[in-house]
């Protein structure tokens, strides 16, 4: 690729009118990605998506679009992910896209989009189990943040039995429904269950901990909520 970015640079340079500058960026883009310079292909890619449509804009925008999320450059990231939406023929592009969209929507507290994109994800019969499974996640999320808590808790349920990180984290939400009714007890017994089965993921184990406590002070048991 050194010898590929020498000769796409001098292109670049020379033929500012050229006619195949969205091409050679396309290609700058992917060899500067290769070397680890996000920085570079970045540009590059976003150069080509400046352009009319090609046969390089879904990648490019793929690329960009990817590397702006990384970037937690979310706003960036939103654009082209929505060009990726518009432009793609890869049905996992697509995919990608509105998962992308999805996770853009929500970090910007744009509850009802991200939510519409992860309904999209979870009903569409091509989507693999564990593209679902994160659609399914996010969905509880929305559902849980905006106060939807029957809505959610199936699909924390089903995430919380999957496992890992992300299921720690539903069992612990899951440990708020009896806090939420008043049911202190039940909320001792649910923070047990995720200390027992989730023992490996620290920052669910201390709020769940800390539900315990605010359990206990509901039952009145100082001694416990002190220890």
């Known amino acids: 690729c050194e010898k590929a970015i020498i000769r796409l640079s001098e292109y670049i340079q020379n033929y500012a009118e050229g006619s195949f500058l969205a091409e050679a960026h396309f290609f700058l883009g992917n060899c500067a990605y290769d070397q680890n310079n996000l920085a570079e292909a970045r540009l590059a890619f976003e150069y080509v998506l400046r352009q009319p449509i090609s046969d390089f804009t879904e990648s490019a ?5 990817t ?29 990608e ?12 507290e744009s509850y ?39 809505e959610a808790h199936p699909d924390l349920v089903s995430i919380a039995n999957f496992g890992g990180e992300r299921g720690a984290e539903c069992q612990y939400l899951l440990c708020t429904y009896p806090y939420r009714e008043g049911s202190f007890k ?14 490996a993921f620290d920052t669910w184990k201390h709020k769940s901990f800390l539900l315990l406590i605010d359990a206990y ?10 220890t």
């Open 112 to 150: 009802d989009q991200a939510k519409a994109y992860a309904e999209q994800v979870i009903i569409d019969s091509q989507t693999p189990e564990d593209i679902k499974r994160t659609a399914t996640y996010w969905r509880a999320k929305i559902n849980y943040t905006n106060s939807a808590y029957s």
């Open 67 to 95: 590397m702006a999320w990384n970037a937690q450059d979310v706003t960036a990231a939103l654009g082209h992910y929505q060009t990726l939406e518009a432009v793609s023929v890869l049905k996992e592009n697509q995919l």
């Open 186 to 199: 039940q909320t001792e017994t649910a923070v047990f269950k995720l200390i027992d089965e989730y023992a």
């Open 97 to 108: 896209a509105r998962i992308g969209l999805m996770r853009c929507f929500f970090a910007m």
């Open 217 to 226: 002070i509901g039952m009145e048991d100082w001694f416990q909520a002190k």
């Open 61 to 65: 925008a793929l690329g960009a679009a």
